[in-house]
């Protein structure tokens, strides 16, 4: 069954400033509470399209994903994941930043969609809207300040 999370908040910071700290692929563990370290497979840059990231939670669970996509223009880098812990499979993010002109703030997205058992939709839509997407925005609030 197909499934999707959408997650969005407003950073009291310029895009430009938030898109530097989140930019780097392989730079979680800089920015994200629940991200214990993180690194590049096959010693490839950490925004070159088709690199893996390889990285573990605080928990200990170890997940890889690929970057397909990433623009500096338009402020976005997409990715899917290859291995985890949730039972889930086809799983497709995008985090992107829009500039917020009134007030130099940032409008943050963060959505993902994939495909899982009917019966795990709920908690799997719920547990990556808090824990990943909202908790790493928070984690940027804090950073940035508000």
């Known amino acids: 069954m197909m499934a999707r999370v959408f997650v969005s908040s407003v950073i009291n910071a310029e895009a430009g400033a938030v898109w530097e700290r989140v930019r780097d692929f392989n730079g979680l563990p800089k920015w994200h509470p629940r991200i ?23 928990n200990g669970d170890n997940i890889r994903e690929q970057l397909v996509g990433l623009s500096d223009y338009d402020l976005f880098y ?9 039972p889930l499979w086809d799983y497709m993010a995008t985090l992107r930043l829009t500039p917020v002109t009134d007030g130099d703030r940032c409008f943050a997205e963060w959505s993902a969609e994939f495909d899982c ?3 795990n939709v709920t908690d799997l839509q ?17 950073h940035f300040g508000g």
């Open 36 to 58: 214990r370290d993180s690194r590049i497979e096959d010693a490839l840059p950490g925004d070159k399209v088709g690199c893996i990231r390889n990285f573990n939670l605080q």
């Open 78 to 86: 997409s990715y899917t994941m290859l291995e985890g812990p949730m």
């Open 117 to 119: 058992d009917p019966g």
């Open 126 to 142: 719920n547990g990556i809207a808090t824990n990943v997407f909202q908790g790493g925005f928070d984690a940027l609030k804090r």
